[in-house]
């Protein structure tokens, strides 16, 4: 399919597009954003659905190569994306995917295997942290990460972005009743969940073992994990900190503690 040159703002085909800086595609919607180079190559090479690339008239040549013969190739002068997407867009691409539905956790965890690792957040509500938990997740090999109903849409366009585009390859479950997903994944499948807190009494991550069922859950960057989380555990972990810092950014904490428990094998 050759390129298609975007001449007006108010053509419809390029609608996705509009105004990013001012909306996100929301949950429950068709489409989501995949923002720079990296990440459009991501969306291209996963298994989801791209409805078609948007870059400068500049990177045509680059761009055209890579395209799959269905998915349109739409091309604009950098003034007209800037002015199309709401900022001055410097990347010069700019990616559409089709989202499906989130699929479950026990269709996507591999029942036979016996040492699996998931992360469960069930209220991480800023896109920066739960984009980098992503991205962490899926370096360290997590088999799953499991997000409440209190967590950000995990295909908003800053979530992938910062994401690096790993969010089309690593399985994310969003739970109706993550609770109750927990209790099953401790009563059926046989996983220990360790809650990570702020608590001198609560165990050590640096003498921290692990199950080969093993379940870490994150709280919120401000309030942490509510009580009814961590008692739903079957320990607390912290980490040791010193002068007199009181907390780490949850993504921060996300990559210490998965980089401590996948490592290596522990039993």
């Known amino acids: 399919m050759p390129p298609i040159l ?46 078609s690339v948007f870059v400068s008239r500049k990177r045509v040549d680059e761009w055209q190569p890579k395209m799959p013969p269905d998915v349109p190739l739409y091309i604009a002068e950098q003034a007209v994306m800037s002015e199309l997407v709401g900022f001055d867009f410097h990347v010069g691409v700019v990616g559409c995917g089709v989202r499906r539905p989130s699929a479950t956790w026990d269709h996507l965890l591999p029942k036979e295997s016996p040492r699996l690792t998931i992360v469960a957040c069930p209220n991480c509500d800023n896109p920066e942290n739960l984009g980098a938990i992503v991205r962490i997740g899926a370096a360290f090999g997590i088999d799953a990460l499991l997000l409440g109903k209190g967590c ?30 927990l209790q099953r994944l401790q009563q059926e499948w046989g996983f220990s969940l360790a809650a990570t807190v702020l608590d001198e009494r609560a165990e050590r991550l640096d003498e921290a073992q692990r199950s080969e069922r093993f379940g870490i859950l994150m709280g919120n960057e401000d309030a942490g994990l509510e009580e009814s989380w961590t008692e739903l ?16 950014n949850v993504a921060v904490t996300a990559g210490i503690v998965l980089h401590h428990f996948t490592r290596f094998p522990r039993t």
């Open 6 to 51: 975007i001449d007006s703002l108010d053509d419809p085909r390029v609608e996705p597009y509009r105004n990013l800086k001012m909306k996100n595609l929301q949950r429950g919607g068709q489409y989501f954003i995949a923002e720079g180079k990296k990440v459009v190559e991501r969306l291209l090479q996963s298994d989801f659905q791209t409805a």
């Open 152 to 181: 950000c849409d995990p295909f908003a366009r800053r979530v992938i972005r910062v994401s690096m585009g790993t969010a089309f390859t690593l399985p994310i479950v969003e739970s109706r009743d993550l609770f109750g997903d």
């Open 233 to 248: 555990c079957d320990r607390k972990l912290t980490i040791p900190m010193c002068r007199g810092t009181d907390s780490l």
